[in-house]
């Protein structure tokens, strides 16, 4: 019998669906298979696996991308601060608030404020920002998404208000992370930061990219092994893609194929994960998210930053919806849900553990 099959029996049983105890031999088998049925058959079973939790729904997340400067040089992406090339923006407090209540208007029930590492944006003027989110919408999820800072900043946005966390291990190969980041950057301190998080009590999420330069198969599947330990409540996977102005513009994007089997393995591996569908997915493939969704992906991350701006969050070339207001690329994201097979869901979509 098929490895996939035998060992997901009981994942894909509800209602507990519980995750299958892959060995590393199998993950690394999966993460390299180019069979296409065994291949169907993994995203088979962590479409079962999601189904189990979370039924078909696909939850909303409302992305304000409130800053492109950043302090730090990491070399795969487009608003590192070595890009002179490029135009910086921060979106006023008043401006942040606007985001908000224009996804209010449109049924988003959870606010992502993702932005580069500012230093502008002190512990202070964060958690004012979060308290003036938190008033105005009591029952929202805030979502912060704004790099590494000490447990005291962390404890300090939590007490202020905020729910989650999104920063993406990026890779949990040392010595890859060493190559994708400027030294004075360092792996131990990203994991510390997520350990802190989930401390704390954040939703947390962790993730990396697909195919970013010198990543190999093990590097994948550490990555796999590190989501086992953390045990994060989001999985953020999406395909690195060059970006003109930084070092690695001549290095190739990573695969739908690659990014695929890797939100299989982690919906298998965390079977209450939410795992979006990612708009760098979207980017290399129009039916890249489509695609995810039936891979066990469960979120999407539509844009609610003021049009003008949109272009300017510039982390790889050619990024989709960056023309698009929020209420089209609404529609067009719950059209495509549908299209697929999915159901589009408002409410916040709390991890279910
Ligand atoms: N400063 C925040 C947010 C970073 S941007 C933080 O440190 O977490 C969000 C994510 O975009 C990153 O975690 C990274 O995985 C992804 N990203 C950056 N550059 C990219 C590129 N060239 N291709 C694909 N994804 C990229």
Redo the contacts with the bound molecule.
Sequence with gaps: MNAVVERTQAASSPPCGEAPRFTEAELLRFITTEDPEETEELFAAARAVREARYGRAVYFRGLIEFTNY?KNDCL???IRCSNRALRRYRLSFEEILQCCRMGRLLGFRTFVL????DPYFTDERVCGIVRAIRREFPDYAITL???ERGRESYEAFFRAGANRY???H?TANDEHYRKLHPAGMSLAERKHCLFVLKDIGFQVGAGC?TGSPFQRPEDLLEDLLFLRELEPHMVGI??????ADTPFASYPAGTVAQTLKMIALSRLLLPGALIPATT?LGTIDPQGREKAFRAGANVVMPNLSPVGVRKLYS??DNKICTGDEAAGCLLCMQDRIRGSGFEPSMIRGDFIG
Excluded at 114 to 117: A, N
Excluded at 238 to 243: D, L, M, S
């Design positions: 950043c795969y992406c487009g993702q932005g580069g590492e998404s704004i790099g999104l920063l993406r990026e990219m999406g395909p690195f893609i060059p970006h760098a982390l790889y």
